[in-house]
């Protein structure tokens, strides 16, 4: 156990719609990423957040948002669903330097339909 | 910019053989870290090991042994008489020095190892 939690485990949408995927972080981590896995893909690198701030930003689409909250948890809100956006979403938390491994969640396996 | 190359996309052998999963980094920084992670067919990924740019001594675990080389930017991994448990792909990362910013991952290698 990472002890990264992520919620839901499984969501299941209609085109256009839109859905927020949660992650609490390990106890003392500050540093929070948000992975996208298509099927057969690699890690496709969306957004960083380090203590409430956004640290770095990769190829999030614009339809794609997150944010840090206080409490450290963090939402990833993905709306305008397309079919393309099925995959498996990964949060991920650090201590925030850089030798921090980051330490997974199980995933958010989103299927639109 | 930092990249990540893992070469090899899919590496199929018999159980007891042994087999490296090789991964080849790019970075202009002069201290960073490697990372290597798993992703069994379960999907979770579980991170296995770190290593520091200023530490190129080659580290065991077990049947995991891990060569670092800076004069070839490689970070190769090697599993000793594979097993059956060890099918799943492989990711090899490199993370910069400034708050964790960087993280970037290889592709992956998907290792099937056949009883």
């Known amino acids: 156990d990472s002890g990264v939690t992520q919620t839901p485990k499984h969501l299941i949408t209609a085109t256009g719609q839109r859905v927020t995927l949660r992650c609490s972080p390990r106890?003392?981590?500050?540093?929070v990423y948000w992975y996208q896995q298509s099927l057969d893909q690699g890690l496709q690198f969306l957004i960083q957040?380090?203590?409430?701030?956004?640290?770095a930003k990769g190829n999030i689409l614009e339809r794609f948002s997150a944010q840090q909250f206080p409490d450290l948890h963090s939402e990833l809100n993905l709306s305008s669903l397309e079919l393309g956006d099925s995959a498996l979403y990964f949060c991920?938390?650090?201590?925030?330097?850089?030798?921090?491994?980051?330490?997974f969640g199980n995933g958010t396996r989103l299927t639109v339909t | 910019a930092q990249k990540v190359t893992q070469a090899q996309t899919e590496i199929s052998v018999v159980e007891k053989e042994d087999v490296t999963l090789d991964c080849v980094y790019e970075?202009?920084?002069?201290?960073?870290?490697l990372f290597w992670y798993k992703q069994p067919p379960s999907g979770e990924l579980v991170f296995l090991i770190r290593?520091?740019?200023?530490?190129?001594q080659n580290e065991i675990s077990g049947r995991y042994s891990w060569n670092f080389q800076k004069s070839t930017s490689s970070f190769n991994f090697t599993i000793t008489a594979s097993q059956v448990v060890d099918s799943a792909v492989y990711f090899c990362?490199?993370?910069?020095?400034?708050?964790?910013?960087?993280?970037?991952f290889g592709p992956g290698t998907r290792l099937s190892v056949l009883p």
């Open positions: 290593r520091n740019s200023f530490d190129e």
């Open positions: 991920a938390s650090s201590v925030g330097q850089g030798n921090s491994p980051l330490h």
């Open positions: 957040y380090y203590n409430g701030e956004e640290r």
């Open positions: 106890s003392g981590d500050l540093s």
């Open positions: 990362a490199l993370s910069d020095h400034n708050y964790g910013q960087n993280f970037v």
């Open positions: 970075t202009r920084d002069t201290t960073y870290y």
